[in-house]
């Protein structure tokens, strides 16, 4: 196992995670005390490692078809197109 990947990978989805509306559904219905928190967390723990899965498989696909360099680029420009477009639609 490449440590050094595992490393920049956790920490990166780690903090895009961090009060996103996933994680605030998720303690929404941990807050209903009819609820069991094992439950709540097995879900969404569940469908974090599935979207997760889903997202390695298109990668591995895209990654056959579109050079490195320029899914770098493309991802790049992407995230500085959601960040403009964020702050023109505040």
Do not use: C, N
Not at 17 to 40: F, H
Not at 41 to 65: D, P, Q
Request: glycine share 10%; proline share 1%.
């Amino acid at each position: 196992m490449d440590w050094k990947v595992f490393g920049t990978v956790f920490t990166t989805v780690f903090l895009a995670e961090i009060g996103d509306k996933t994680q605030l559904a998720t303690m929404l219905y941990a807050a209903d005390v009819q609820r069991s928190r094992w439950t709540v967390f097995l879900g969404s723990a569940s469908a974090l490692v599935v979207a997760a899965a889903i997202g390695v498989a298109a990668g591995a696909l895209v990654g056959k078809a579109v050079s490195p360099h320029v899914l770098k680029w493309a991802a790049g420009l992407g995230f500085i197109a959601m960040g403009l477009w964020t702050i023109v639609r505040a």
